[in-house]
Structures are given as structure tokens and as C-alpha cells.
């Protein structure tokens, strides 16, 4: 990959593809091109394939997506599924017909199976029921990985797809209503640490198991991804560990240096019991993770401090 190849990052001021667009600067990349939701609306097809058509991308990084955790997937299954459907779609067909020679299409370790064996290979996608919480993104997402590989099958594209698992760091979402696990709980116990040391209530039991990855590792990912050509259309990627809600929550709140209790309501949904990916695919390759996950969610919650303008939304 020449370094002044013309790279579009779609959704580039997002955690995942603004840490892609440090990345890229930082190894030298030159041409790299981003869009506003002003500028350039991806759920619109016409819009999407005029800009494409502009910028004549050598590559596309489809890093857009609407994302959230098991409450805004609940609340809002419609949006979920149609606009990342809108998003994804629009942009792989605009690189198709426009000729572009690289895309890779970002996705989440929730395409596969609620019930799937652990570890999660990548032949496991569609081999039973997705877990109800998050159904809809999911949906959407594999509608994109199918897309990818018809594409690469087809007309011998360049098109690869990286799944993901639970990504976290700078720049992350750590509003309530929207976040993720992880983000939530830097929050909530920041709060509380604030409040006295007021107690933390978490949904759920505590008990599920979850795997997570800074995203800066997910960067060096793609970047592995853009600089060779994967023998492949559809990998995961993620650090292979996993531990429970309950032992993160106990991590988290040790960082922040909260002293109160947790109370763990079990009223809440805990979503899959397990999600654990086989990264073997990757390792194979040449790609591993190496940010710990302590280090990781202290580098995390180092950058909300730093940042006014998240912590200022934080009703003490």
C-alpha cells in the first residue's frame, strides 16, 4: 500500500475510526479523507456514491455504523437495523461500481449465535439464533460481511470484513442512554467516587463473560488488514480473553479508586452468556493485540478526565 494512497474513513470522528486515523498519520499515510454526517449523509444512496465518485478512494475503511448497548438496541430495533443497512450498503455498492480496490467492512462480535461453541470461529456466523438484545445491529452487520464476500467471490474483489469483539478507549461513548458496557461502568463509578462514594448500581448478575479490546490494537488491525492482502473475507479480531462483568466492574473500580458498594440488579437482561473469539485466524497471520485490558481502561479513564467536555454532562 502506497503511503499516498487516497484512504476514505468512513465515520473517522468515532472511537474506532478516529483511533484508524491516528494510526494511519503516525505510520506516514498522507491522503487519508473523512466526512461529517453533515457533509456527506451515508444513509443516502445518491449522496454516498456523488462524494465516492469525487474522491476516487484507492480504499475504503467502513468504520460508520449506529452503535449502542443492550438498552438503546431495545429501545430502538428499527434505526438499528435500517440505518446501518443504509450506511454499509451504500458504501460497498458505491465502491463496487466505482471501481474502488480495497474496503474493509467493520462489524462486531454480535453477528454470531447467542449459543455458539466458545471460542467464536468465524464459521460459527449463522449457524443458530442471535441473541434477541442486539438481533437487529447484528442483522445488519452480516447483511454487510455477505455483501463483502458475494463481492470478493463475484468479481474478485479486495473486500474483507474484521469482526471485532467489545472495543473500548479514547474517544468512546459514555453517555447512559448509549454506551457500552465498559464505558458505562467508567462513569458510573467516576460518579460515585464524586458522590461520596455513593453506591453503584449494574445491570444484570455479573456473571456473563465478556472479552474486550483498546482500540488502538483494533487500529493496528485494520491497518495489518489494508497493508496486505488477507487470503480470506471474513476474520475476527480481538484479544482471546475474556473474564466476567462482575471481575471487570471489581477492575474498573479499582482504577477509579471507588470505596462504595455495588449492588447488581438481576432484573436486568445480562444478554449472551459468553462471547470469547478465536483470534487463531489473525495470530496466524502476524496480528496480536498488545495493550493488557488494565492498561487499557487506565488509558481510558485518563482521557475522560482530560476531557471537559464529557465530564461537564456528569450530573454530580
Known amino acids: 500500500m502506497n503511503k499516498n494512497s487516497t484512504i476514505y474513513i468512513a465515520g473517522h470522528k468515532g472511537m474506532v475510526g478516529s483511533a484508524i486515523w491516528r494510526t494511519l498519520t503516525e505510520l506516514g499515510y498522507t491522503n487519508l479523507i473523512g466526512s461529517s454526517r453533515k457533509e456527506v449523509d451515508l444513509r ?3 449522496v454516498v456514491r456523488d462524494f465516492i465518485r469525487k474522491i476516487k478512494p484507492d480504499v475504503i475503511i467502513d468504520a460508520a455504523a449506529k452503535v449502542g ?3 438503546a438496541n431495545n429501545n430502538f ?6 440505518e446501518n443497512l443504509q450506511i454499509q450498503n451504500n458504501l460497498i455498492d458505491a465502491a463496487h461500481r466505482l471501481g474502488v480496490d480495497k474496503f474493509i467492512f467493520l462489524g462486531s462480535s454480535c453477528i454470531f449465535p447467542k449459543l455458539a461453541p466458545q471460542p467464536l470461529k468465524e464459521e460459527y456466523l449463522l449457524a443458530g439464533p442471535l441473541e434477541p ?12 460481511i455477505k455483501a463483502c464476500e458475494a463481492l470478493r467471490n463475484e468479481y474478485d474483489k479486495d473486500f474483507v470484513s474484521l469482526m471485532p469483539t467489545n472495543l473500548y478507549g479514547t474517544h468512546d461513548n459514555f453517555d447512559l442512554n448509549s454506551s457500552h458496557v465498559l464505558p458505562a461502568m467508567i462513569r458510573k463509578f467516576h460518579e460515585a467516587k464524586l458522590n461520596n462514594h455513593a453506591v453503584v448500581t449494574l445491570w444484570g448478575s455479573g456473571t456473563p463473560l465478556r472479552e474486550f479490546l483498546f482500540v488502538d490494537d483494533m487500529a493496528a488491525a485494520v491497518v495489518f488488514a489494508l497493508e496486505n ?4 473475507s471474513l476474520y475476527n479480531v480481538g484479544s482471546g480473553i475474556d473474564l466476567t462483568i462482575r471481575e471487570l466492574a471489581l477492575t474498573i473500580q479499582r482504577i477509579i479508586g471507588h470505596e462504595g458498594d455495588i449492588i447488581w440488579d438481576d432484573t436486568k437482561p445480562d444478554g449472551t452468556p459468553r462471547k470469547l473469539m478465536d483470534v487463531s485466524k489473525m495470530h496466524n497471520l502476524g496480528w496480536k493485540h498488545k495493550v493488557d485490558l ?8 485518563d482521557w475522560f478526565l482530560d476531557h471537559t467536555d464529557i465530564i461537564k454532562e456528569i450530573k454530580l
Open 133 to 144: 438484545t442486539n438481533e437487529w445491529y447484528a442483522l445488519a452487520k452480516i447483511t454487510g
Open 44 to 46: 443516502k444512496q445518491s
Open 77 to 82: 430495533p428499527y434505526a438499528f437495523l435500517m
Open 294 to 301: 488494565e492498561t487499557g481502561i487506565q488509558l481510558t479513564y
Open 69 to 71: 448497548g443492550i438498552l
Open 229 to 232: 492482502k488477507l487470503p480470506d
